[in-house]
């Protein structure tokens, strides 16, 4: 286990595949995958995503602030 407030440290309750930050707002969960404008979706991740967004979870892959906001602006 790694020192607490590592993304590590979290990797063994979450699993893995689990996306980089969670924002609870207006009641509603959003969870963010940030990546790199390069940066690709693994296929844990992929999967881990599939099942949240099965479960009504909003699921964002980020690579850029526009981005989100692009998706949770009502």
């Known amino acids: 286990f790694a020192k ?24 509603r969960v959003i ?7 390069k940066g690709r979706v693994m296929p844990e991740q992929q999967a881990m995503h599939e099942e949240l967004r099965a479960h009504d979870v909003t699921v964002i ?3 850029c602030v526009e981005d989100v906001l692009a998706q ?3």
């Open 61 to 63: 892959i980020a690579r």
């Open 4 to 27: 607490p407030g590592t993304h590590r440290h979290l990797r063994g309750v979450v699993g893995t595949g689990w996306p980089d930050l969670f924002v609870a707002k207006d009641g």
């Open 72 to 74: 949770t602006t009502d």
């Open 31 to 37: 969870l963010i995958e940030v990546k790199s404008p």
